[in-house]
Antibody, heavy 120, light 107 residues
């Protein structure tokens, strides 16, 4: 049974880089899944940030594309999110999630989420 | 981006009620539509994928349908554990946008 667990700082300063990791337990990151990041704020609701495949192929939300990098670390069986030049608007609960790679699949497994606050 | 809308934004219902939530896409998304349930302090949980396919372990009182731009999620007999917020999401084209949510609370 695969489990996902986010980790990273809960407080960062404006203009810094947000870095989060999602550990994949009970399964391989090289399995046929897209590994995703989604964030949630009271104001904007749920926002899909992007996804990565174990091959390294990525797909990003254009609204964040200039600031986002999602990558896979097969040696650690985890994937990561980096978001540069953060502002208060990036304060959110960040979730990692997975979606099987076949057509029509949904985000079928989510981590518990981690709250990241951007504040000086 | 494909815009997703949901109606109503909230509703009050009683245990045993039949509840229907509507999701509309700004352009055709075929059946690339998922439904999620979220309770306070928890991540979203996948209920439905491919517009009408029930995710493993989800009770059969959850039904859904639609294609193209209009979709519905129906809870045939609302149970106490169903009071939550429900979201739709399209996975037809990136970015995979979510609806704003429908909060179902107790009447």
């Amino acid at each position: 049974q695969i489990q996902l667990q986010e980790s990273g700082p809960g407080l960062i300063k404006p203009s810094e880089t947000l870095s989060l990791t999602c550990g994949v337990g009970g399964g391989s990151i090289s399995s046929s899944n897209w590994w995703s990041w989604v964030r949630q704020t009271p104001g904007k609701g749920l926002e899909w940030i992007g996804q990565v495949y174990h091959s390294g192929s990525t797909d990003y939300n254009p609204s964040l594309k200039s600031r986002v990098t999602i990558s896979v670390d097969k040696s650690k069986n985890q994937f990561s999110l980096k978001l540069t030049s953060v502002t208060a608007a990036d304060t959110a609960i960040y979730y990692c999630a997975k979606k099987e790679s076949y057509n029509y699949a949904g985000l079928d497994l989510w981590g518990q989420g981690t709250l990241v606050t951007v504040s000086s | 981006d494909i815009q997703m809308t949901q109606s109503p934004s909230s509703l009050s219902a009683s245990v045993g009620d039949r509840v229907t939530i509507t999701c509309r896409a700004s352009q055709s998304i075929s059946i690339f539509l998922s439904w999620f349930q979220q309770k306070p302090g928890q991540p979203p949980k996948l209920l439905i994928y491919a517009a009408s396919a029930l995710q493993s372990g989800v009770p059969s009182r959850f039904n859904s349908g639609g294609s193209g731009t209009d979709f519905t999620l129906t809870i045939s007999s609302l149970q106490p554990e169903d009071f939550a917020t429900y979201y739709c999401q399209q996975s037809y084209t990136s970015p995979f946008t979510f609806g704003p949510g429908t909060k179902v609370d107790i009447k």
